[in-house]
């Protein structure tokens, strides 16, 4: 609690008294609001992550999708990922109904670290293709530029 000293001409030989400002100073607060923003504008970048996948080399046209197309990914241990979520095998096709709200026209891509057998590769395209999702690729890394490609599967 912050006090204002009131020096009064009466009671100049006497204790002086003090009263309650009535002001709040918010300058400490938004200094502390401004060092948090800082830290967060920061931070945040850095928080975004992805999995690794060593994906294929190929020299295939680039994709030109306006919407961002599911994404199921396999790393090199195998283990599947829906976007960034990691999903057991066996509940693989019941997420992507969830997902896609049964959209059975819905693109989904599959990104395959290239030190996987085909088979692992070709066994995942073949449960969703049995869930019944028609619009599946393979996506793979261009060889020369900078753009990601897709080779219909």
């Not at 996948?53 to 046209?61: A, C, E, F, G, R």
Request: aromatic fraction near 4%; glycine fraction near 6%.
């Amino acid at each position: 609690m912050a006090f204002k000293l009131s020096p009064s001409s009466k009671n100049s030989g006497r204790r002086r008294s003090f009263s309650p400002m009535s002001e709040i100073n918010v300058t400490p607060m938004v200094d502390v609001m401004l060092v948090l923003l800082v830290i967060f504008m920061v931070t945040a970048p850095l928080l975004t992550t992805g999995i690794a996948v060593d994906l294929p080399k190929t020299t295939t046209s680039p994709l030109t999708e306006s919407v961002e197309p599911l994404t199921i990914v396999i790393n090199g241990k195998g283990t599947v990922f829906i976007q960034e979520t990691e999903t057991p095998l066996e509940e693989l096709t019941n997420r992507l109904i969830a997902i896609t709200q049964n959209n059975k026209e819905a693109h989904i891509y599959v990104k395959g670290d290239k030190t996987l057998s085909y088979g692992e590769i070709i066994n995942i395209m073949g449960l969703i293709g049995a869930a019944g999702f028609t619009k599946v690729a393979l996506l793979t890394e261009p060889s020369q530029t900078s753009s990601k490609k897709a080779v219909k599967g």
